[in-house]
Nanobody
Framework: QVQLVESGGGLVQAGGSLRLSCAAS????????MGWFRQAPGKEREFVAA???????YYLDSVKGRSTISRDNAKNTVYLQMNGLKPEDTAVYYC?????????????????WGQGTQVTVSS
């Protein structure tokens, strides 16, 4: 099992940047495929980005070019750097982990979830 704790959310003006972090417990972090999802009020949870154990990445089209997912296996941490934030990026952002090597944008492929961190972008 792995436990996930997100941090780094907050209030930022449109055009600003935030870096979200997700610290994972466990000794086998490097074997997990990691993802970031978000959920805005009244909307379904939405995929944002994913990264394999080797660093291959996959993004939601609307954040591609503005966001970068990365991981530091030595620190058991995955990051989501978000630039050029827009009000429509406002949501609770969740970190997720899976051992399913083909997982990308389907939330049900991820077995482990953090509690989420709020990102609010003001216009």
């Amino acid at each position: 099992q792995v436990q996930l704790v997100e941090s780094g959310g907050g209030l930022v003006q449109a055009g600003g940047s935030l870096r979200l972090s997700c610290a994972a417990s466990g000794r086998t972090f490097s074997s997990y495929r990691m993802g970031w999802f978000r959920q805005a009020p009244g909307k379904e949870r939405e995929f944002v980005a994913a990264i394999s154990w080797s660093g291959n990445t996959y993004y939601l089209d609307s954040v591609k070019g503005r966001s970068t997912i990365s991981r530091d296996n030595a620190k058991n941490t995955v990051y989501l750097q978000m630039n050029g934030l827009k009000p429509e990026d406002t949501a609770v952002y969740y970190c997720a982990a899976t051992t399913y090597s083909s997982a990308n944008d389907r939330a049900y492929d991820y077995a482990y979830w953090g509690q989420g961190t709020q990102v609010t972008v003001s216009s």
